[in-house]
């Protein structure tokens, strides 16, 4: 019986493949938090002061170049065109009659230097007035998708303040934080593959 044993082992023994076991180079990978963001992204903003009413677009919508997002309520800026084109008025009439008076001799030309100067100056404000009442309608300054509105229907809008960001959806970059210990290993790095994970979906990068 023992016999018998010995001779089946052998056999299934000599029955078995043989695999030769050699060291070889693999790709090591390394997971990093990410952040996915437009290479070219721009910032709306008021440039007049007014309440906001009427909205045209929301974020996650895509808008052509120079679609109208947003109006603002213009009276004040309205105000401020018709004051500017009075003292324009003015002022070009003044500067038409110190020059005839000038020429009379009965002011001096020190007088028309500054109706001159106060002329200038009224058609600076008369063109600053007219471009404030062009800002109360806001457009897309670029073709691409809405990415955020910060601002609602009835909202004070006040210069400077932001009332939509807007990306280019066609050029995305994705930057990661690597930690110093890995810099090294890092340098030569040349591709990466980036996850979304609620899309279930890889890119190479």
Known sequence: FGLLWALTATAFAQELASIVV??????????????????QQTTVGAQIAGRVIEVKA??????AKGEVL??????????AARAAN???????????????LVAQKFMSAAALDKARADYDAASASRAAAAAGESHATIVAPLAGVVARRHA????MATPGKPL???YEPGGLRVTASIPQYRLNDMRDVKTARVEFPELDKWVDA
């Not at 050699?22 to 290479?39: I, N, Q």
């Not at 947003?70 to 105000?79: F, L, P, T, V």
């Open 22 to 39: 050699k060291p070889h180079r693999v790709d090591l990978t390394f997971p990093a938090e990410s952040l996915v963001e437009a290479v």
């Open 58 to 63: 929301d974020a996650g919508q895509s808008v």
């Open 70 to 79: 947003m109006r603002i309520d213009a009276r004040e800026a309205e105000e």
């Open 86 to 100: 009075a003292q324009y008025a003015n002022a070009k009439l003044n500067y038409e009659r110190t020059k005839s």
């Open 152 to 155: 609602e229907l009835g909202d």
């Open 164 to 166: 939509f960001t807007l």
